[in-house]
């Protein structure tokens, strides 16, 4: 993470990129995109030195509205953009984001190796259990028994925890939060960019358009805040969070330290130079073909 050197502090509206945002009315990740510029400014995170990549999706239009370096990239593959520049440029603060649809089911795979291999990176998918932008398929995250655009008789798939998922491949920040919450999604941000390794927030984002308004209101009442005493360092305790039927839990579910990506591949560098002589071509092409 890098912090501005300048002597003027920056404000939340100056991480607007003046792009209006054409999500519908009501969309969840409005409160997401705010609570974002809320916690960029907390942290006086420097636009130059960040960037911020995704897929394709209602949620992935996202990078468009910061003012930052962004890319919005092929579907499922914001995850892969983000290795790239953070392998490239360890200095710069590197956040994903993007649907369920975009990162649990074509980006599911990239997901899952994201969380294992500890990428110093932020995800945060933009959860609103549904295809939205494709106008209302089933997707991963959707309950087992609703009625959708592609499943008129209701799901007859289980749905996908994405908590669960990133804390059993090897996540070492979870989180979860709600977009209707914006202070408490600001305080969720900012932790999970703080933290050093790879740190995925989940954020329920109701879909107005295609899973109704009530959810807002529903959501609400079974809303609580993760307890205090929550060892958030044991998988175990996290894990049932993901499990609940009737409440909402939001915070960090699980956070632990270990070594980056980076943190690793500069130990190889390390050990690979040591103190002898560089190796000559002839001598690192011996090693593939011993008869070169």
Not at 38 to 57: D, F, K
Not at 85 to 104: C, F, Q, W
Not at 220 to 234: G, N, T, V
Request: net charge negative; charged share 20%.
């Amino acid at each position: 993470m890098t912090m501005t050197t300048m002597d003027v502090k920056l404000k939340p509206g100056d991480y607007k990129s003046g792009l209006a945002p054409v999500w519908c009315p009501g969309c969840g990740d409005f409160g997401i995109l705010n609570a974002l510029y809320r916690a960029m400014a907390e942290l006086q995170i420097e636009p130059w030195n960040t960037v911020i990549v995704s897929g394709i999706g209602c949620s992935s239009r996202l990078p468009g509205y910061v003012h930052s370096y962004g890319f919005n990239g092929v579907h499922g593959r914001g995850l892969t953009l983000a290795t790239g520049v953070k392998v490239a440029r360890p200095e710069l603060t590197v956040i994903a984001v993007g649907g369920d649809g975009d990162g649990l089911a074509i980006g599911g795979n990239h997901l899952i190796h994201s969380a294992r291999r500890n990428l110093d990176v932020t995800y945060i998918l933009m959860d609103n259990e549904i295809y939205g932008l494709t106008k209302g398929q089933v997707a991963p995250t959707t309950p087992r028994g609703d009625k959708t655009k592609s499943t008129f008789w209701g799901n007859p798939e289980p749905s996908v925890d994405p908590c669960e998922l990133a804390i059993s491949t090897g996540a070492t920040w979870v989180g979860r939060g709600y977009s209707g919450d914006v202070k408490f999604t600001t305080k969720l941000i900012t932790q999970a960019i703080q933290h050093h390794g790879f740190s995925f927030l989940n954020i329920i984002s109701p879909c107005v358009t295609w899973r109704g308004d009530d959810q807002f209101k529903a959501l609400k009442e079974i809303l609580q805040y993760i307890p205090e005493d929550h060892d958030a360092s044991r998988r175990a305790p996290a894990v049932q969070y993901t499990r609940e039927k009737d409440v909402l839990t939001t915070g960090i579910l699980y956070e632990v330290e270990q070594p980056s990506l980076v943190d690793r591949l500069d130990q190889i560098k390390a050990d690979a130079q040591g103190d002898g002589p560089e190796p000559s071509t002839r001598e690192i092409l011996e090693t593939f073909f011993p008869k070169f």
